[in-house]
């Protein structure tokens, strides 16, 4: 099977052939028809170099010199074939060859252009034969210095298309490349997210299932009585890490999980009294103004907020530790404080590389150009402290309750 370049390579063998048997026969004829044999056999060393001239131009470039030369010495003709095959060569060089040899095989040219029109028009003086010379001159450097301009401007053109796609493969390069990353990131940024969600969700369901037990098994002693509160709280709480935990796997597992876990809805401004009144007896909440539509991101990222506060209060502050949530709506923001009565910086152990519970609320805040500060209190304890500018939704969430405390 033919490949294109094999076919343009033997279209060009192909038409470099007939090129050279032409120019041969006619040249060569000439030659023995006007009895000039030398002039004959110099006129094939001048055609032959035309058919390699594309695979070896060096080599034709000399053998045509060499034939051109011969001719010169042996008849005081002109050398059709010298006429012909000289420009020829010229504009090949200039096409094909390096820029050195194409300038070296016009400057070869002109001085045969000189050379040429001297040996035939002078070689019996007069002022006829000067005239013959000079427009013999003329014509044939017209013909080598165009045909080696067109072969360069060829060259040329044929370099800067080639620049051009090495350029365009180069872009298309660079935008693939620049997709990639971005795809990359899209699923670091992603796993990251997933991360932060997994954690928020365990972290806190887990610690106050702990919170719940502990107490449940002090209270049982006392109050048996009320042992079902404890344990409906722990179940109903552990049903719904369950359920989170299960939405946020079946998006890992198939990229979009199934209609009950993918697109159930999120936990937001609304669900944080939720959040506090099942946490712990020890936590009240106190909300002042009423949210605007909000993305659901904002609300979520403010739960979030809520959340691992309130299970850093549950896992470090101390057992009797009262913790307080306050979640302003001003004009512009949500504005989130959560304070506890614990141990402050003490009650914290130093960080090990493995907790990511401040990070990730501060990546959050941060996604929605927010700011928080986390650190011991002026009167002990602990507080943290956000500030999460809107982000306007279409639809609105249930309005916050003025006071809410447990």
Known sequence: MLTAERLVRDRQLLFDLCLCALVSVVTTGYSLAVGERALGLASLVVTLPLLVRRAFPAAAFVMMTAGCLFSLAVSQLPSAAGIVSVPIMVYTLARWSPRTLARLGWAVGVVGSVLGPARWALGGGGLTDVTVFMVSVVACLAVVSGTYVVGRKLRESEDSAGRQRSAEAERVRLLESEQEQRERAATVDERNRIARELHDIVAHSLSVIVVQAEGGRALATRHPERAGEVLGTIAETGR???????????????????????????????????????????????????????????????????????????????????????????????????????????????????GHGLRGMAERVSLHDGELSAGPGANGGFVVRAWIPYERAVETQPDLPRVVAW
Request: glycine content about 10%; proline content about 8%.
């Open 240 to 354: 719904e890490a369950l359920t989170e935990t299960r939405r946020i796997l079946g998006v890992l597992r198939d990229g979009r999980g199934d209609a009950s876990t993918a697109y159930g809805p999120q936990p937001g401004l609304a669900d944080i009294a939720d959040l506090v009144r099942r946490t712990s007896e020890r936590a009240e909440l106190t909300t002042f103004g009423t949210a605007p539509p909000l993305s659901p991101a904002v609300g979520l990222t403010a739960y979030r907020v809520v959340q691992e506060s309130l299970t850093n209060v549950l896992k470090h502050a101390g057992p009797d530790a009262r913790a307080r949530v306050v979640v302003a709506c001003t004009a512009d923001a949500v504005e989130i404080e959560v304070v506890d009565d614990g141990g402050g910086a003490a009650a914290v152990p130093p960080p090990d590389g493995q």
